[in-house]
């Protein structure tokens, strides 16, 4: 019997077809091409589609623009669920110097490839540094595939996919220098050039990994994250807001037009804050459950597998986004994970590339069941307090930091499903518009059990003390200030010839156009307008955190979206308006969606922070 990537029945016929549009499209993305190496061939058409030739469209139907329509992709190969157990990522080790000494202007005789000054380095005196390095490693995903060439972070102790995870404390800077070791050879897709971008954090531009920062084999980047909260050389001088608290980052590959691949291969990791009340120990501060027993990150990926070698498979000529039909999470597919029953902090990060995930806590033997759970965090920022929900939805690059209280589920395994229905990389299933295979209805949830089993939780039976707070009782951060905005600038996001748009335009070649300039230290509204039909797309804006402030008028939002945000899913048909301060530093930062595939396609714009801003109503 032969299926496709959603576990269908297909034809022998149809299968071979979708295997060889596959091995093709791979052939291709192996040579290294990029999406104006496939313009210039013709392969993507003047309507903005791949071009009908048979045997390269990953779409059932050509023209079909819909997100009722699966994706064209052969299944991968049979993996077995809950085998391995939840891998926790090694803690960054910093080291007690570098070697040259770190310089604030780019050092290129040794081999540095940043172009500009580090603009705070005096003012924010890096107290860590870290000495990391990109390389090709050989890692298991599965123990029931090949062992797979990735590309993983290495920060002197080994390679890991994820990779390491940092642990800061606001109140010291951190400088780490990045060397890439990557192969010349990719190995079948990914290139060799990187900029590694830490999400969501206050970083002066030259630290912020942007797209166009990327640099070669060989050459090393130094990057300093001052961990300070926003504010601190502005509207609150010396400290900061705060109400701007981040507790959870994560970096990741931004390479102009090649992110997805390279993120897919494995260059992700997270990036953790503390505080003085977020404090990483139960018996302090907010009283969250402790790091890093209690307190645990997870990152999910879908990915494909070729079903006949078993390696990781990436598809190129998917433009409207990959979907996978394995489900890892922390690097493992479909791991489990032992608990005890006591309450558990947990960071979930949709690292994509084109995913989205609605998260339900599923009793196998109670289906029925409802399973509450609290969420304390939006964009890895604390809510005012947290929020009893059943369910959450996030996109690609977004996060939620959830508290799941095992103690009701002791002596059970219970897992984490994901219930979104989505059968393409446009997004999910909208309403009640599309049709099941019998012709039914297709729900927009699906049903307890059908969805994606991610983990399993194996609850302990064994009663244990938990020094955690109860989340009833929680109080975290006010919202900062809504002030009237010096400028409201509104965004269309839209297709245009295949690719994915801006205000009607693509990212330039070098990123060298400056689409809008802000003022420092000023407020802007941002309107983001979603044209593009039933897609949906997750919106990332570098550098200052946003607060939606209605979603098509509606205000305000969803609670769990009454929070600070750096990532807002623009759902079909939406206009959401947002709130800006732009702060303390100044230089280029970008805006895209985070569907992986669409930045690629050029869904990003280049934007600068500088001492006087323009007035461009529709940049
Ligand atoms: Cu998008």
Known sequence: MYFNVFGEKVSKGRYKEMLNAAKNRRELIAAGLSRRDLIKMGLITSAGLLAPIKGLSARRSPGSNSVCVPSFEPASPKTRAFVEPLQIMRIAQPVASLNPAPTIAPNTKAGE????????????????????????AQLSLSPDLPMQTMWAFDDGHGPQFPGHTYVSQYGGANLVRNFNHLPENNGGFGLPSVSTHLHNGHTPSESDGFPCDFFERGHFYDQHYPNVLAGILSTHPGTGDINESLSTLFYHDHRLNHTAQNGYKGLTGFYLLFNEFDT?????GFRLPSFPEFDIPMMFTDKLFDPETGDLAFDLFSLDGILGDKFLVNGKIQPFFKVQPRRYRFRLLDMGPSRFYEFFLTDPNNLNARNPFFVIANDGNLLPKPVQVESMRIGVAERTDVIIDFRQFAGKSIFLENRLNQVNGQGPIVGTECVDANGNPASEILPAGQGNFLVRFDVDSHPVTDNSADPRTMKFYDLPEIVPPRITRTF?????????SINGEFISDHCEVIRLAVQQNSVENWVLENASGDWTHPIHIHFEEHQILSRNGVRPPLAVERSRKDVSRLQPNERVQLFFRFRDFHGRYPMHCHNMIHEDHAMMLRWEIEPEGDNKLVP
């Open 113 to 136: 490839s940043r172009t500009r000054d580090h603009q705070a380095f005096k003012l924010f005196p890096p107290t860590k540094f870290y000495q990391v390095s990109q390389h090709e």
């Open 280 to 284: 990483g120990d139960e018996g302090t």
């Open 492 to 500: 269309r996001f839209d297709r245009l010839n295949g690719q994915w």
